[in-house]
């Protein structure tokens, strides 16, 4: 059973900066592709960014420029560094390992709950 546990969430000001890490259990970080979605209130979970085993990432218009994504595979962490937060960023956020096979299933975080207010 694969086991992703985030922190790094909190209060912070509109323009702040925080950085999430998502930590993962098991012995096959390296090989899947992972990623970090959010749920503000009120809304449907949406994908904010993923980061492939080579490294390719994708982020979603609203964040780009502003989040960085990035894995560490020899300490089974990924990732995301937060700048110029906006209060329309205020959401959980939960990080996701996606399947490498398909008979696989994908695995998801409890959480983190980020808050930009001032």
């Known amino acids: 059973q694969v086991q992703l546990v985030e922190s790094g969430g909190g209060l912070v000001q509109p323009g702040g900066s925080l950085r999430l890490s998502c930590a993962a259990s098991g012995n096959t970080f390296s090989r899947n592709t992972m990623g970090w979605y959010r749920q503000a209130p009120g809304k449907e979970r949406e994908l904010v960014t993923h980061i492939t085993s080579s490294g390719k990432i994708n982020y979603a218009g609203s964040v780009k420029g502003r989040f960085t994504i990035s894995r560490d595979n020899a300490k089974n962490t990924v990732y995301l560094q937060m700048n110029d937060l906006k209060v329309e960023d205020t959401a959980v956020y939960y990080c996701?390992?996606?399947?490498?096979?398909?008979?696989?299933?994908?695995?998801w975080g409890k959480g983190t709950l980020v808050t930009v207010s001032s």
């Open positions: 996701k390992r996606f399947r490498f096979y398909t008979y696989e299933v994908d695995y």
